[in-house]
């Protein structure tokens, strides 16, 4: 008779059930885990500043884990003293508005060879920026450290660049290589090089 | 239903990401089931304060806009 009982158990039904709670079980993993984000920022230059500390101020808003690698020229984005500039050369698409919004009808790539054009634009940028109510580099940073983004420094780059740690703010969580940071990144959800 | 609001957040004339960046600040002095308003001027925060409310499961109890204002009501979960 007990055979007769357990066929109520057939290969059908099980596999539905265990669909079922496995369905469960992973949503509710998915509810609990906390998003990560990783972000490796390799460019110094004003424009270059904004997305990282933009990506990760956001996200920890929004209550992800956020970690950022600042290796080569992203690390100047640590020192104490910022003096970021934002330069034509190279940079084809960037439009020279003056902070009235008037554009100026040179191509960048001539502009680029003007002598004190670089600090000019800068300038001009930091002014537009400020008027459109966007934070300064400086304002986001501190924003990320209150809100615990993990800032990484790339130990590689301050021996090659032969800079000094005090150049550096003290709120840097860790000096590391490549080695630390990759597996950081391989837990993380969302990766992104700037 | 309209709970007053335990506190207001003035976000105008700041650009993204700032209203979402106060906006957190603001909800994290709530206690749960508190009410948080919020007006800002970033076209952005319309689509951003949705996103934000459904990342982090605070309820957004109202959204609008009046003139080039964006009016924001966020209940803390």
């Known amino acids: 008779m007990g055979a007769v009982q357990h066929s109520n158990f057939s290969q059908e039904s099980l596999d539905q059930w265990f669909d079922q709670r496995f369905a469960e079980k992973m949503a509710e993993r998915d509810a609990a885990r906390t998003p990560s984000m990783t972000i490796i920022a390799t460019k110094g230059a004003l424009d270059m500043a904004y997305p990282p500390f933009i990506l990760a101020s956001t996200a920890s808003a929004l209550g992800w884990d956020v970690s950022i690698f600042f290796t080569f020229y992203g690390l100047s984005l640590l020192k104490k003293n910022l003096d970021l500039q934002v330069t034509p050369l190279g940079n084809p698409a960037m439009p020279m508005k003056l902070p009235n919004g008037t554009e100026l009808p040179i191509p960048t790539s001539i502009m680029a060879l003007m002598p004190g054009f670089q600090s000019m634009a800068s300038g001009m940028m930091k002014k537009t920026l400020k008027t459109k109510g966007v934070a300064s580099i400086e304002e986001l940073r501190e924003l990320c450290i209150e809100a615990d983004v993990k800032l990484i420094a790339c130990q590689m780059t301050v021996d090659l660049f032969d800079y000094g740690k005090e150049e550096f703010i003290p709120e840097i969580a860790d000096w590391v290589g490549a080695a630390s940071f990759l597996p950081i990144a391989q837990k993380a959800d969302v990766n992104l090089f700037v | ?77």
């Open chain 2, 1 to 77: 239903m309209n709970t007053p609001a335990a506190q207001t957040l003035d976000a105008r004339g700041l650009n993204c990401p700032l209203p979402i960046l106060r906006t957190k600040k603001a909800i994290a002095s709530l206690s749960v089931g508190e009410v948080l308003e919020v007006t800002a001027t970033d076209p952005g925060s319309l689509k951003d304060m949705e996103s934000f409310c459904a990342q982090t499961g605070n309820e957004l109890l109202a959204s609008g806009q009046s003139g080039g204002d964006f009016f924001f009501r966020i209940r803390k979960s």
